[in-house]
């Protein structure tokens, strides 16, 4: 099962084969506040992606990731699906650094009481 | 009477089955024809089931947003009518003939100052509605999903709003019904207008924003039940809902905003009441802008006012 690593704050979600980026997060407790159409049509939900490699197995239009964005580290989390494991940088309040509140329960249920 | 409503809007979608999916078994419109472009591209033509004419929805396969909007008017005289008049506004108007829209006749199509392709026409293939006009029943018995009558209107975006506005009232005989303004001073900054050329509350509003892109389009529904029951359906069919269902302060409409498979924007809207070119114009200020949209929540959010295709 592929991995996505939150830095700075170290938590981490557990994804299912093929399951995209936001749809993991949001499975595994964390709250991204920076979602538009979750259908790849926007281009809102872009988080830096500084380590892994991601893959689209739906068409995303260039006017919304173009292919040079592909390529240069830039996750469209609604649609991408991590190859391995991958590492997310949130530099700011866009998705919560841990999952708080009873968005803990859905962390500890996919990926164990405690944080890697 | 020049321009009667919105007749089709017709938008670009990144896949063709899942679009189909969406638009035919969660909104139930009705497929009336499916074809290739001479780019390549693949089309399908729908209609809701209280629609009479071949098709109100066109989606064409690649990218995302707006394609154009075509406006059916009265009489075939409103055509030179409104060409006159766009060209007097300063626009760049061509002819278009029949055929060059499938079951569409011929007609004018120009680019408006938000950079939308507005196209307008007087003859469509006539289907008829789902319930005939000889002794008709309520609704048809074996409605798909949403199961949408008809489409109602769109929400663009534009640079400048009050240009906007200005050509809709000279080249189509529109009038506001509603606006959104820095103040009531004389000299206020136009953010948003809604505007319309029958009883309908509006049949296209105008915000703030880039040019050339969507921010909705919308299929009318009967009442706050039928929304509701809207939003059911699009738990049980896995469809993002962006707000609601909740009522616009805005028109007083009743509403479910959504997501195409494409990303597209897209909205179920019931009430609303009637308009008349003699109501006096409501005006929203920007302090209660966010009850004007959402009058429950209260509360402007950033993905409603900045996802767009
Ligand atoms: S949320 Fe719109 S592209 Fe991801
Ligand atoms: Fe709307």
């Known amino acids: 099962m592929p991995t996505v690593r939150i830095e700075p704050s170290g938590f981490v979600a557990h994804l299912q084969p093929g399951e995209p980026v936001l749809a993991g997060l949001n499975r595994c407790g964390f709250t991204v506040r920076q979602v538009g159409c979750r259908r790849g049509g926007c281009g809102f939900c872009k988080i830096d992606l500084v380590a892994g490699e991601v893959t689209y197995e739906k068409t995303v239009a260039e006017s919304v990731l173009s292919a040079e964005e592909k390529t240069s580290g830039t996750c469209l989390t609604c649609r991408a699906i991590p190859e391995g494991d991958i590492t997310l940088q949130i530099d700011n309040e866009d998705v919560s650094a841990k999952p708080t509140g009873l968005m803990k329960y859905l962390n500890q249920a996919v990926c164990g009481p405690t944080k890697e | 009477m020049g321009v009667m409503r919105m007749g089709y809007a017709h938008v670009r979608v990144t896949d063709m089955g899942e679009a189909k999916d969406h638009y035919a078994n969660t909104m139930g419109l009705y497929e009336t024809r499916s074809d290739v472009t001479a780019e390549g591209n693949k089309r399908t033509f729908y209609k809701g089931w209280d629609e009479w004419d071949h098709h109100s929805v066109v989606l064409e396969e690649g990218g995302v947003g707006v394609v154009k909007y075509g406006w059916k008017v009265e009489y075939e005289h409103d055509l030179e009518d409104i ?6 506004f300063g626009l760049t108007v061509e002819r278009m003939s029949k055929g060059d829209n499938p079951e569409i006749g011929d007609g004018i199509r120009f680019t408006t100052p938000s950079d939308h392709v507005f ?13 005939g006009t000889h ?23 534009a640079e400048d709003p009050a240009l906007m506005q200005s050509m809709l009232e000279q080249v189509f005989g529109f009038f506001a019904t509603e606006r959104v303004q820095t103040s009531l001073d004389d000299d206020a900054h136009l953010i948003a207008t809604w505007m319309t050329s029958t009883n309908q509350i509006h049949q296209l509003a105008v915000l703030e924003g880039p040019q050339s892109k969507l921010h909705h389009f919308a299929f009318r529904l009967g009442d706050w039940n039928e929304v ?13 809902i962006d707000v609601g269902p909740t009522r616009h302060g805005i028109t007083r409409g009743q509403t479910v905003y959504f ?23 409501s005006v929203w200020t920007p302090e209660q802008l966010g009850k004007g949209i959402f009058y429950h929540a209260r509360e402007l959010n950033d993905r409603f006012t900045t996802v767009l295709t």
């Open chain 2, 228 to 240: 509701g029951r809207a939003a059911d359906l699009m738990a049980m069919d896995d469809v993002p």
């Open chain 2, 135 to 157: 002794n008709p029943d309520a609704f048809p018995r074996h409605l798909v999903g949403v199961g949408a009558p008809a489409l109602d209107h769109s929400l663009i975006t």
């Open chain 2, 119 to 131: 196209e307008v026409y007087h003859e469509a293939t006539a289907i008829g509605t789902e319930v």
């Open chain 2, 259 to 281: 997501f195409d498979p494409s990303g597209n924007r897209n909205e179920v809207f019931a009430g609303g009441y009637l308009a008349y070119r003699d109501r006096p114009v």
């Open chain 2, 83 to 88: 060409e006159k008049k766009a060209r007097e």
